[in-house]
């Protein structure tokens, strides 16, 4: 069986195109060497870009055979011999603008050979598409809803009736929208439901109704959602996504959520209804956010953690329930001294 390649290196890159893409100085090297191709320090062979900002890899970096190694400024010293220095400020960053540049494909991929309405797409005859739009074989677009130009809609995603999508935007196979308003530039990984109604239930020991969940999403431009992540719609509210805000796989947004604008949520966190993330709020993964609490601009919360309090701008914290890190560092280290000794005071 053959090994295919998804992604395919074009032909004719030299160092210099990677230079002005990166932003990069180039300290040893040429612009006219020939790139071939990109991978990891280790693997790397003549003709290969790399890049490097981890110290946890330095070994691989002094043993590279790469031809050309992305680095910042403070580790431009550790490429070794015969290894072009791409110098830059910060090597991670000027890695995705050039990688962007080689695989444009692999940042929001079209699928090969599909362009406009596919006849095995079906389309509500009061729906309105802009130019441009794609629909994939088995997609579904309800009533009233409007998409606009340069989207794509993949395969057997369901956008419901009155749904609003924005220009530019990928839904990934499988995705269900409704009572949704996205806007431009909006990515939907496969299999994300967006706009189902929240878990809201007035409870009692007669039994639990159920509450009406009767707001909407709202996401903003240039944001991007992980596969399978599930955001539930407002209940007399709306839950909201802030412009440019990235969300990883598996993640539980609840009803009448607010998230600011640029925050990052990693994979399986659960945010709880009507929480609230200020911009640049950033989440590690498998963590948990109770409801009607308020996380402060540019907070961090370590992966793991619970948060059970509103926490304050700027800072940074982590553990159950989440505390400023230095504190909950302090708690480890006294009851690791605890179980050392075996429990005795």
């Given amino acids: 069986m053959s090994e295919p390649k998804f992604f395919h290196f074009p032909e004719g890159i030299r160092l210099g195109d990677i230079v002005g893409w990166a932003e990069a100085e180039l300290v040893n090297g040429a ?3 020939e790139i071939t191709g990109v991978a990891p320090l280790e693997d790397a062979g003549p003709g290969m870009l790399v890049f490097f900002d981890n110290t946890a890899y330095l070994d691989a970096l002094t043993t590279t055979a790469a031809a050309g190694c992305l680095v910042s400024t403070r580790h431009k010293d550790k490429v070794p011999e015969g290894v072009a220095a791409l110098v830059c400020r910060d090597a991670y960053r000027s890695w995705a603008k050039v990688l962007a540049q080689l695989f444009p494909e692999a940042m929001v991929p079209r699928q090969a050979g599909v362009e406009g309405v596919s006849e095995r797409a079906s389309v509500d005859e009061t729906a309105s598409l802009e130019d441009g739009v794609c629909l ?9 809803a409007e998409i606009g130009a340069g989207t794509v809609i993949r395969s057997n995603a369901v956008i419901g009736a009155g749904v609003r999508i924005g220009r530019d935007c990928v839904i990934g ?3 269900s929208v409704q009572h949704s308003i996205l806007g431009n530039r909006v990515y939907f990984h496969p299999g994300v439901c967006c706009g189902q109604d929240g878990f809201g239930y007035a409870m009692g020991p007669g039994g639990h109704l159920k509450v009406p969940q009767v707001g909407r999403v709202v996401i903003q431009d240039d944001v991007e959602i992980g596969a399978n992540t599930t955001i539930d719609r407002g209940a007399n509210r709306d839950t909201v996504i802030g412009e440019g805000t990235k969300i990883d796989n598996q ?3 609840g009803h009448n959520v607010v998230i600011g604008r640029h925050c990052v949520v990693v994979s399986q966190v659960g945010i709880s209804g009507s929480a609230t993330l200020e911009d640049y709020v950033a989440i590690g993964g498998q963590s948990g956010v109770g409801g009607h609490v308020t996380i402060g601009m540019g907070a961090q919360v370590a992966a793991v953690s619970v948060v059970s309090e509103s926490l304050e701008a700027g800072g940074r914290y982590g553990g159950t329930p989440a505390k400023p890190v230095k504190q909950w560092f302090r708690e480890v280290a006294a009851v690791r001294k605890l179980a050392e000794r075996g429990g005795k005071s």
């Fill in 173 to 175: 196979a499988n995705c």
């Fill in 251 to 253: 993640v539980q947004i």
């Fill in 31 to 33: 612009p006219e060497t």
């Fill in 136 to 144: 994939e074989p088995g997609a579904v677009v309800g009533a009233g």
